[in-house]
Protein backbone atom coordinates (compact mmCIF):
# COMPACT_ATOMS: atom_id res chain seq x y z
CA UNK A 1 0.00 0.00 0.00
CA UNK A 2 0.91 3.80 -0.57
CA UNK A 3 3.22 4.92 2.42
CA UNK A 4 4.24 8.94 3.25
CA UNK A 5 6.79 9.63 5.17
CA UNK A 6 7.56 12.79 6.30
CA UNK A 7 11.13 13.45 8.26
CA UNK A 8 11.29 14.04 11.65
CA UNK A 9 8.02 14.73 14.16
CA UNK A 10 9.59 18.28 15.00
CA UNK A 11 12.33 20.06 13.93
CA UNK A 12 14.45 23.03 15.00
CA UNK A 13 15.70 25.69 12.92
CA UNK A 14 17.68 29.39 14.19
CA UNK A 15 15.60 32.33 13.31
CA UNK A 16 16.99 33.50 9.70
CA UNK A 17 18.07 29.89 8.34
CA UNK A 18 16.38 28.20 6.12
CA UNK A 19 14.38 25.07 7.34
CA UNK A 20 14.25 22.27 4.75
CA UNK A 21 11.35 19.26 5.43
CA UNK A 22 11.49 16.21 3.39
CA UNK A 23 8.14 14.00 1.93
CA UNK A 24 9.03 10.53 0.92
CA UNK A 25 6.64 8.59 -0.53
CA UNK A 26 6.46 4.29 -2.29
CA UNK A 27 5.14 2.91 -4.63
CA UNK A 28 3.42 5.03 -7.72
CA UNK A 29 4.37 8.88 -8.05
CA UNK A 30 0.90 11.04 -7.35
CA UNK A 31 -0.06 13.41 -10.21
CA UNK A 32 -0.10 16.30 -7.90
CA UNK A 33 1.93 16.80 -4.20
CA UNK A 34 0.61 19.64 -1.77
CA UNK A 35 2.33 21.42 0.84
CA UNK A 36 -0.29 22.52 4.26
CA UNK A 37 0.24 24.20 6.93
CA UNK A 38 -1.69 23.50 10.06
CA UNK A 39 -1.84 25.15 13.25
CA UNK A 40 -2.68 23.74 16.67
CA UNK A 41 -6.80 23.40 16.74
CA UNK A 42 -7.33 24.80 12.97
CA UNK A 43 -7.88 23.30 9.55
CA UNK A 44 -4.90 22.70 7.24
CA UNK A 45 -4.08 26.08 4.89
CA UNK A 46 -2.92 25.48 1.56
CA UNK A 47 0.49 26.48 0.38
CA UNK A 48 1.66 25.24 -2.47
CA UNK A 49 1.26 22.67 -4.84
CA UNK A 50 3.16 21.09 -7.75
CA UNK A 51 3.02 18.85 -10.68
CA UNK A 52 3.73 15.79 -11.42
CA UNK A 53 6.24 17.02 -14.77
CA UNK A 54 7.70 20.00 -12.10
CA UNK A 55 10.49 20.26 -10.98
CA UNK A 56 10.07 23.92 -8.78
CA UNK A 57 7.84 26.15 -7.66
CA UNK A 58 7.85 28.74 -5.46
CA UNK A 59 6.38 31.37 -3.45
CA UNK A 60 7.51 34.30 -1.56
CA UNK A 61 9.69 32.63 0.86
CA UNK A 62 8.89 29.42 -0.35
CA UNK A 63 10.32 26.72 -2.63
CA UNK A 64 8.79 23.10 -3.19
CA UNK A 65 10.62 20.39 -5.25
CA UNK A 66 9.63 17.59 -6.34
CA UNK A 67 11.88 14.00 -7.53
CA UNK A 68 10.15 11.09 -9.17
CA UNK A 69 13.12 9.50 -9.00
CA UNK A 70 13.85 9.65 -5.77
CA UNK A 71 10.17 9.86 -4.81
CA UNK A 72 10.78 12.82 -2.52
CA UNK A 73 9.62 16.15 -2.74
CA UNK A 74 11.55 18.76 0.02
CA UNK A 75 9.92 21.85 1.19
CA UNK A 76 12.13 24.80 1.87
CA UNK A 77 11.64 28.19 4.30
CA UNK A 78 14.03 30.47 3.25
CA UNK A 79 14.95 33.31 6.31
CA UNK A 80 12.58 31.24 8.28
CA UNK A 81 10.41 33.41 11.55
CA UNK A 82 8.89 32.54 15.06
CA UNK A 83 5.56 33.03 13.17
CA UNK A 84 6.41 30.12 10.49
CA UNK A 85 6.14 28.05 13.47
CA UNK A 86 3.95 25.27 12.64
CA UNK A 87 3.01 21.63 11.39
CA UNK A 88 3.68 21.52 8.03
CA UNK A 89 1.81 18.53 5.84
CA UNK A 90 2.47 17.19 2.35
CA UNK A 91 -0.48 15.65 0.88
CA UNK A 92 -0.56 13.24 -2.31
CA UNK A 93 -3.14 12.93 -4.50
CA UNK A 94 -3.13 10.72 -8.04
CA UNK A 95 -5.52 10.88 -11.13
CA UNK A 96 -8.44 8.40 -9.48
CA UNK A 97 -8.68 11.33 -6.82
CA UNK A 98 -7.23 8.96 -3.84
CA UNK A 99 -5.42 11.77 -1.70
CA UNK A 100 -3.33 10.57 1.00
CA UNK A 101 -1.66 12.65 3.87
CA UNK A 102 1.73 12.73 5.78
CA UNK A 103 1.47 12.86 9.60
CA UNK A 104 3.46 16.21 9.13
CA UNK A 105 6.33 17.71 10.35
CA UNK A 106 6.37 20.25 13.80
CA UNK A 107 8.57 23.00 12.94
CA UNK A 108 9.84 25.64 15.40
CA UNK A 109 11.91 28.64 14.61
CA UNK A 110 13.82 29.66 17.33
CA UNK A 111 14.15 33.42 18.09
CA UNK B 1 -11.13 32.40 8.27
CA UNK B 2 -10.97 30.09 4.58
CA UNK B 3 -15.41 30.66 4.33
CA UNK B 4 -15.71 26.64 4.71
CA UNK B 5 -17.66 26.45 8.00
CA UNK B 6 -18.52 23.59 10.37
CA UNK B 7 -20.88 22.88 13.01
CA UNK B 8 -20.56 22.19 16.05
CA UNK B 9 -17.07 22.69 16.88
CA UNK B 10 -17.08 20.59 19.64
CA UNK B 11 -19.21 17.83 20.51
CA UNK B 12 -19.22 15.29 23.57
CA UNK B 13 -21.65 11.89 23.42
CA UNK B 14 -22.22 9.26 24.98
CA UNK B 15 -21.05 5.67 23.54
CA UNK B 16 -23.38 4.09 21.48
CA UNK B 17 -25.44 7.77 20.49
CA UNK B 18 -25.32 9.19 17.15
CA UNK B 19 -23.84 12.14 16.21
CA UNK B 20 -23.92 14.68 13.07
CA UNK B 21 -21.66 16.94 11.72
CA UNK B 22 -22.45 19.91 9.29
CA UNK B 23 -19.94 21.19 6.65
CA UNK B 24 -20.71 24.53 4.86
CA UNK B 25 -18.18 24.93 1.77
CA UNK B 26 -17.28 27.92 0.10
CA UNK B 27 -20.46 28.81 -1.99
CA UNK B 28 -18.82 28.13 -5.65
CA UNK B 29 -16.99 24.81 -4.85
CA UNK B 30 -18.35 21.65 -6.27
CA UNK B 31 -16.16 19.22 -4.19
CA UNK B 32 -16.32 18.57 -0.81
CA UNK B 33 -14.24 16.32 1.63
CA UNK B 34 -14.51 14.79 4.74
CA UNK B 35 -11.39 13.71 6.59
CA UNK B 36 -10.78 12.72 10.04
CA UNK B 37 -7.70 13.42 12.20
CA UNK B 38 -6.26 12.04 15.11
CA UNK B 39 -3.38 13.97 17.91
CA UNK B 40 -0.14 13.62 15.88
CA UNK B 41 -1.70 12.17 12.50
CA UNK B 42 -2.07 14.12 9.31
CA UNK B 43 -5.45 14.34 8.05
CA UNK B 44 -7.35 10.73 6.85
CA UNK B 45 -9.30 10.53 3.73
CA UNK B 46 -12.92 9.37 4.38
CA UNK B 47 -15.08 10.26 1.28
CA UNK B 48 -15.73 12.88 -1.07
CA UNK B 49 -18.77 14.57 -2.69
CA UNK B 50 -18.48 16.13 -6.83
CA UNK B 51 -21.63 18.17 -6.65
CA UNK B 52 -24.66 16.05 -4.98
CA UNK B 53 -22.60 12.96 -6.35
CA UNK B 54 -20.72 10.96 -3.80
CA UNK B 55 -17.49 9.89 -5.41
CA UNK B 56 -16.08 7.05 -2.99
CA UNK B 57 -17.14 5.91 0.00
CA UNK B 58 -15.20 2.43 0.49
CA UNK B 59 -12.54 4.69 2.66
CA UNK B 60 -15.05 5.40 5.36
CA UNK B 61 -13.97 4.27 8.48
CA UNK B 62 -17.14 1.51 8.93
CA UNK B 63 -20.82 0.95 8.04
CA UNK B 64 -21.56 2.84 11.36
CA UNK B 65 -20.35 5.82 8.97
CA UNK B 66 -22.09 8.08 5.95
CA UNK B 67 -22.36 11.30 4.59
CA UNK B 68 -24.84 13.33 2.63
CA UNK B 69 -24.87 16.63 0.20
CA UNK B 70 -28.00 16.50 -0.54
CA UNK B 71 -28.07 19.48 -2.86
CA UNK B 72 -24.86 20.13 -3.81
CA UNK B 73 -24.08 22.60 -1.03
CA UNK B 74 -23.83 21.69 2.36
CA UNK B 75 -23.00 18.55 3.70
CA UNK B 76 -23.52 16.17 6.74
CA UNK B 77 -21.39 13.26 8.51
CA UNK B 78 -23.48 10.95 10.59
CA UNK B 79 -21.71 8.66 12.93
CA UNK B 80 -24.08 6.36 14.64
CA UNK B 81 -23.62 4.33 17.72
CA UNK B 82 -20.25 6.41 18.76
CA UNK B 83 -17.29 4.20 20.05
CA UNK B 84 -14.89 5.64 21.60
CA UNK B 85 -12.17 5.41 18.99
CA UNK B 86 -14.21 7.83 17.24
CA UNK B 87 -12.94 10.78 19.15
CA UNK B 88 -11.07 13.03 16.92
CA UNK B 89 -11.26 15.76 14.65
CA UNK B 90 -13.35 15.55 11.67
CA UNK B 91 -12.29 17.91 9.32
CA UNK B 92 -14.46 18.92 6.21
CA UNK B 93 -12.73 20.82 3.20
CA UNK B 94 -13.70 22.14 -0.08
CA UNK B 95 -12.67 22.88 -3.56
CA UNK B 96 -13.68 24.66 -6.65
CA UNK B 97 -11.59 21.21 -8.89
CA UNK B 98 -11.56 23.72 -12.21
CA UNK B 99 -7.72 22.43 -12.65
CA UNK B 100 -6.85 19.04 -11.40
CA UNK B 101 -5.12 18.63 -8.08
CA UNK B 102 -6.80 22.06 -6.62
CA UNK B 103 -5.87 23.09 -3.61
CA UNK B 104 -8.35 22.22 -0.52
CA UNK B 105 -9.87 24.94 1.99
CA UNK B 106 -9.83 23.22 5.00
CA UNK B 107 -13.29 24.06 7.55
CA UNK B 108 -11.93 24.68 11.12
CA UNK B 109 -13.18 21.56 12.60
CA UNK B 110 -15.67 19.44 14.91
CA UNK B 111 -14.46 18.02 17.94
CA UNK B 112 -15.49 14.75 18.75
CA UNK B 113 -14.86 13.15 22.37
CA UNK B 114 -16.72 9.82 22.84
CA UNK B 115 -16.79 9.17 26.79
Known amino acids: SQKIEQNSEALNIQEGKTATLTCNYT??????LQWYRQDPGRGPVFLLLIRENEKEKRKERLKVTFDTTLKQSLFHITASQPADSATYLCALEWRDDKIIFGKGTRLHILP | DTGVSQDPRHKITKRGQNVTFRCDPI?????LYWYRQTLGQGPEFLTYFQNEAQLEKSRLLSDRFSAERPKGSFSTLEIQRTEQGDSAMYLC?????????????FGPGTRLTVT
Open chain 2, 27 to 31: SEHNR
Open chain 2, 93 to 105: ASSLQSHPGDEQY
Open chain 1, 27 to 32: NYSPAY
